[in-house]
Structures are given as C-alpha cells and as structure tokens.
C-alpha cells in the first residue's frame, strides 16, 4: 500500500515540476485567455493595401492563436466610427478594444477639438462596459496639428493604454508602405507586433 502511495506522489510531483519548468508563462504565450478581442478603427484597421489576412487584426490573430473581430471601416473619421460603436462594438460586449482613429480627421482638416471629443466619447463609452482600451495614436510631425499631444492628454484623461505612434518607423518606409498613408504586409505585422506588446502590460 505504501509503495503505491509513493508511486502516486512520485507521479505528482513529477507532473508539477514539469509545468513549472517547461510550460511558458501566459505572457510568453501572448495568453489572453477567453477575452472578445475587437480592433475598431478606419483603414489602418480594415487593411487597406494589405494582401489576403494580411491586416493587422489578422496577423495579430495568429500572434495570439485567437480569432479577433475587424471593425475597421476605410475613409472613417472619428464621428462617423461614433455612429457606429454601438452596432460594432458595444453591442458584441468585447473585452478590449484595439482603436485606430483620427487620421482620416487630421487628413480632411477637421477641428482637433472635435475629433477628440469624438474619441474620448468613443473610449470612455467602451471603458463603461469594463472593456480595455488601447490607443493607436497618430504623430506626423510636419503636419501634425497638435494630434500628437492630444492623443496623449486623452490617455491621461481616460487611463486608456496608449502607443503613441502606431506607425512609427512605418511611414515613409517604402520597404513597409503600399502607398503614403498605408502600410504594406510587413508594415501590418509591426502594427499587429505593437498592439500584442501592448496587451501584455498590465
């Protein structure tokens, strides 16, 4: 009888120390456990200039081994996405919330004020729901218009998680881009790279 205990905890013990030393932790998996993952946003989230499942939301997908939703609508400003969020976002119930919004603003000459309403009304909605928020924000330093900063006011305003410059390195990069504005295959992957790292932090 006791041979067969000892067996037993022998068994157990093996069993844990092989968990312990050999499986990776949740964050070396990318883990996300069973949150909905939807990515909102205009043509940077569509994939516009991408290839088939080449976007970033599908590439961050595979990044994570877990179907995530694209919500993203080319040609989109920050109003238009407002319309929307219910029907695309709030009404699935998701459990973090990927955004890419303002550059159609900044490119049309909308007021900076207004579109940052729109999105610190998009985001705080969101938040309401227990949902997390991650920003992709904007910096175009020639023709900027103080978007830049006001991405960084609106994290600080609403604890959103912000990465300040999605397409930093991106743009201007022929080697990363399929026209001026959008990226390219391998230009997706470093936003979909970004917005992983970005879902690990606590």
Known sequence: M???I????????????YRIFFTPSPA??????DQKIIC??????YGTGAGEGMD????????I???VINAGVPGDTTARARQRLERDV????PDMVLITLGGNDLKNGLAKDNAFANLKIIVESIQKTGARVIIGGLNFP??????????KDLAAETGAFLIPNILEGIIGNRDLMSDPIHPNDKGYKIMAERFHRAMLQK
Do not use: C, H, N
């Not at 000892?6 to 120390?17: D, K, N, Q, S, T």
């Not at 970033?56 to 990044?63: E, R, V």
């Not at 709030?90 to 119930?93: D, N, P, S, V």
């Open 40 to 45: 909102f946003g205009d043509s940077l989230t």
């Open 65 to 67: 081994a877990k179907s």
């Open 6 to 17: 000892y067996v037993i905890l022998a068994g157990i013990i093996v069993f844990l120390g």
């Open 2 to 4: 006791k041979k067969i």
């Open 28 to 33: 070396e998996k990318g883990w996300v456990g």
């Open 56 to 63: 970033y939301p599908s590439q961050l997908s595979k990044m």
């Open 142 to 151: 020639i023709r900027d218009r103080g978007f830049g900063r006001a991405y």
């Open 90 to 93: 709030l009404a699935k119930a």
